[in-house]
């Protein structure tokens, strides 16, 4: 068998904000139907790097790589590639004044050219995968944050990405929404779903990951499977951050 590319190839990424560098020099790959969970201490890149991935933010050098094809500059070749990188932010970024199967259906219609039958059908089927298919023609303030969270991830889905970016998706919600949100994250990943994760929740981690990506000061430190991460992280680093958030 021929080795697989790995379908997202970051190398050598440096990122800055004025002086401050917010990358330094980020070497991931992340292979086809792979989980990776990205953790840290606020301010570690990790948003950054997301953010950097579907060309949010552009790169200072370093190259990144979608299935083979460098991600570029600008224009329709970006739009194309950022079709295939769905994105899940910690603030859902639905349309208001669209009603959710709307919201859904709006960038199958728009950037793939399906029919609008085609592209409610399709939606439909996803908002019931994710539990809200009875909330197709409500609107976004009709919906509580977990269910607003859900109808996101529907739409980020709908493009039928070939990877799901997800930069904190639980962090704006209440406790007993976040695990509305987490079951279906962790359906995707049980599903063959290409996720990068950049969560608090290390229970997601520990449970959905195939690997732990531990980012400090813009770096990455230490990339490990979880159950090797979360009992002998091997910098100080990660021991410090890890002994801080499980003890409470």
Do not use: W
């Not at 094809?69 to 295939?84: F, S, T, W, Y």
């Not at 994105?87 to 009603?99: D, G, R, T």
């Not at 980012?215 to 430190?221: H, V």
Request: aromatic share 4%; hydrophobic share 45%; glycine share 8%.
């Amino acid at each position: 068998m021929m080795p697989q590319t790995p379908l997202v190839v970051v190398e050598q990424v440096n990122k800055y904000f004025g002086e401050m560098q917010a990358l330094k020099d980020i070497n991931l790959s992340v292979d086809k139907g792979e989980v990776v969970v990205v953790i840290g201490p606020s301010g570690s890149g990790k948003s950054t790097l997301c953010r950097c991935i579907n060309r949010l933010e552009t790169l200072d050098s370093g190259t990144i790589t979608i299935d083979g094809v460098p991600l570029p500059e600008e224009g329709k070749a970006l739009a194309a590639i950022r079709a295939d990188v769905g994105m899940v932010f910690q603030s859902f970024n639905l349309f208001a004044h669209k009603n959710v199967l709307k919201n859904v259906t709006m960038g199958p219609i728009k950037v793939r050219g399906k029919s609008r039958s085609e592209a409610e059908a399709e939606a439909m089927e996803l908002l019931k995968r994710v539990g809200i298919a009875q909330k197709a023609q409500s609107y976004p303030a009709e919906l509580s944050g977990g269910q607003q969270q859900r109808a996101a991830i529907a739409r980020a889905l709908a493009m039928n990405p070939k990877v799901m970016l997800f930069d904190e998706p639980t962090s704006a919600l209440d406790p007993e929404m976040i695990k509305e949100v987490l079951d279906v994250m962790v359906e995707l990943a049980t599903e063959g779903t290409t996720m990068i994760v950049v969560t608090h929740e290390m229970g997601f981690a520990r449970s959905a990951a195939q690997r732990v990506v531990f980012m400090d000061g813009g770096e990455i430190l230490e990339i490990a499977p979880p159950q090797q991460f979360f009992d002998s992280p091997q910098t100080e680093r990660a021991q410090d951050f890890l002994s801080k958030i499980l003890a409470h």
